[in-house]
């Protein structure tokens, strides 16, 4: 018997001569099925009834429309079967779906019917077998352990299984790192974001962090945090395509309301984000387990992957847990204010976010100390402590670029934000001008008119410059390695 998860696409020639209706079922795999007889109308029809006939009416979501916008155009408006929900399950899903077919898990999504997301168990093969010893992927030089009877690891990797990552060494722990285990089965990831409009640093995310990470929460609002109106752009950005390769890790988040009182106090409206994108997470996810690990971000700040890959791995350490980043100004080439670094606690196991926090992400923000932690610490025999990694002059735990946008995105930003934090720059007409905000990223300015931004001087110098992926697509992402308004 087939369960609920996935999706199944039937293509059937349903309108005379205009053809194509597909009807996306969620059911066990993800099906993509055509039928034999294109041509032939009658055929196709039948195919259709038949599995309906099959099929049980009490279980599961269709939608149909029209696949092509050319097909839109033949068909008269009466003709089309509005995208209605019909419940039914197909019993043999025969052909699976597959990548770079012209479909995506977001392209018809609607954010008015959320889909259950099924999180699964996660990576196998993360270690290999090297004449008896165990050596975990990433860390290790597989030509020169293959060889001896212990692991070598490569540079920023230590530990008998080349699984600690450096920035461990440099970070006081509450737990000795000799009291951690590696588990049997990794945990699953749940890395939380509310996003606005930071597509370039999103797809800096998923590319920095999809191996490691299970299931990224998205959540969006059609309200700007300040409580205006706005589009869904990151959704519609889903539809047309973007971030294609990981779709099938995302669950998606519509925040359809803004809070009562977000307008008078704007931290209202930026701690609702987080603690409604933590509730509603935990009921469109199924399947996660009390030692799973939520690990929650900002949009601009971005964790390492080798810090990710830890915490997935080993048992024994203390929650929450903070992350050292290292923090940039306008791209990667300001630094902040004397060498700034963002301190923020940002992760924890799903039993610490119910028992701890509430279930509301907001408070995973504060010290354990503020919150009641008693219960959970005896019925989990757990150690509440919080655990920062990295120290404050690095190696980092992971990246935060603040205002990090072409200088229209900057502007979108001082729009958008929350009343509050003051002064709110967005209330200044002359401050969202261009040509102002260019002077700022060439000057290393900040909006106040101070100038507290050191330049870094060379990209060579620095091991912890920018994530990777923006390193290694230096002309996608020029804007942000490279001063723009500054020749040299
Ligand atoms: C979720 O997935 C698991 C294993 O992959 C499966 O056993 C379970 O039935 C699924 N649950 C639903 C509701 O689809
Ligand atoms: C699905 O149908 C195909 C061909 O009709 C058959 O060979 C296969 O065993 C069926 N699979 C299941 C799970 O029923
Ligand atoms: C590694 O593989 C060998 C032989 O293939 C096996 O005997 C051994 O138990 C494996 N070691 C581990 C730790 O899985
Ligand atoms: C592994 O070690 C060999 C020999 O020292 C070296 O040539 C190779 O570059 C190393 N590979 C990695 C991934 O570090
Ligand atoms: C980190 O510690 C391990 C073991 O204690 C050691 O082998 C490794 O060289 C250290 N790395 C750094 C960068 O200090
Ligand atoms: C936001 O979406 C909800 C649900 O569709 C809708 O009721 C509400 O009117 C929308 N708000 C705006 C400003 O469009
Ligand atoms: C939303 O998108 C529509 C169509 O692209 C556009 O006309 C409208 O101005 C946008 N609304 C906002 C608030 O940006
Ligand atoms: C609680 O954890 C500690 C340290 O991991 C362990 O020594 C102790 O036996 C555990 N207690 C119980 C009741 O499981």
Redesign the pocket.
Known sequence: MLSMRHVIGLSVGLFGMCELVYLFVQVNYQVYYKPQHHSVENENEQDLHEVLSLLPKDRLNIWMMPIRSRVKAQVKKSEILPPSVIDILVPNASYIWKEGQDNYVYRYYDPLKPKLFNLSETNNGLFTNFSNVLCFGHGTNATLSSKGKSCVCVSGWSGAECAIPHVLNKSRMPIGID?MKIRKSPRRILHAINVNHEVDMSEVRFHELSDVVDVFIICESNYTAFGMPKNLTFLSLLQKGFLKEFQHKIAYIFLDHFPSGGKEDGWVADRYLRTFMGKKALTQIIGYRPDDLIVLADADEIPSSDVLWFLKMYD?YSEPIAFTLRWSYYGFFWKGPNDKHTQVTSAATIAYVKYVCDSDLIKLRRPPKQLNSDVYRSAF???VLTWTIGPPQGPFAGWHCSWCFPPQGIQTKLISAQNGDFPRWGNFKAKQSLDYIKGLIRDGKYFDGSHPFKAIVTLKSDAFYAPSYVLSNPKRFSYLLHNPYRST
């Open positions: 009291k024994g025999n757990r150690s």
